[in-house]
Nanobody
Framework: HVQLVESGGGSVQAGGSLRLSCAAS????????MGWFRQTPGKEREGVAA??????TTSADSVKGRFTISRDNAKTMYLQMNSLNPEDSGMYYC?????????????????????WGQGTQVTVS
């Protein structure tokens, strides 16, 4: 059973930075994806960035050059968010899924991910 716990959210002024963390336990797949999604009320959950067990990353165009996803060997994932703007506000969720043998890149599609954290709120004003 995969458990994901996010931390690091908060309130920040536009132009500021935040670093989110996601601690994973029970993630025993040999090949896997971990990703960050965000959601605001009334909108669909949006993929922000993802990283595979091999370290390959994908990110949404809206965050390229500002957000950096990374992961340590203990399966803790991070999202460094710089140059934040109000459009980045929302609930940020950590997600994880097994990655098949023929897939090298993690998709930024919520339906791909089977395990989810409870979320951490980011507010940019």
């Amino acid at each position: 059973h995969v458990q994901l716990v996010e931390s690091g959210g908060g309130s920040v002024q536009a132009g500021g930075s935040l670093r989110l963390s996601c601690a994973a336990s029970g993630l025993t797949y040999s090949r896997f994806c971990m990703g960050w999604f965000r959601q605001t009320p009334g909108k669909e959950r949006e993929g922000v960035a993802a990283i595979s067990s091999a370290g390959r990353t994908t990110s949404a165009d809206s965050v390229k050059g500002r957000f950096t996803i990374s992961r340590d060997n203990a399966k803790t994932m991070y999202l460094q968010m710089n140059s934040l703007n109000p459009e980045d506000s929302g609930m940020y969720y950590c997600a994880a899924a097994a990655l098949g043998p023929w897939t090298q890149t993690c998709p930024l599609r919520s339906l791909f991910f089977a395990s989810w954290g409870q979320g951490t709120q980011v507010t940019v004003s």
